[in-house]
């Protein structure tokens, strides 16, 4: 995959649920923005869903999402930061 152009960057804690619409939300901002080049990237706070698995569910399908896998949970800040520093875009 080339460098993107724009990094979305997410936590995931409990957010199984919410998570095909989010994807949907992005690719149609993307569009929008004529923008091709982007990549999804969603950090796992140590969620206790099944938010990890959805989201490598999705990525089967978009290669456009990363997923980041912390260890345990370490707080929506941390985790954000953990996004950024991983982001290419």
């Known amino acids: 995959m080339k460098k ?3 990094s979305i ?3 995931l804690y409990k957010s199984e649920r919410f ?3 989010f994807v949907a939300q992005c690719q149609e901002a993307m569009a ?3 923008c091709d080049s982007y990549e999804i990237v969603f950090v796992n706070d140590g969620s206790p869903d099944k938010s990890l698995d959805k ?3 999705l990525k089967k ?3 456009n999402i990363v997923a980041v896998d912390l260890s345990r949970n370490f707080g929506h800040h941390y985790a954000i930061m953990a996004g950024l520093t991983y982001s290419t875009g």
């Open 19 to 21: 998570l095909d619409a």
């Open 55 to 57: 989201v490598l569910e």
């Open 4 to 6: 993107p152009h724009l």
């Open 9 to 11: 960057v997410t936590t």
């Open 32 to 34: 929008a923005i004529k």
């Open 61 to 63: 399908a978009n290669d």
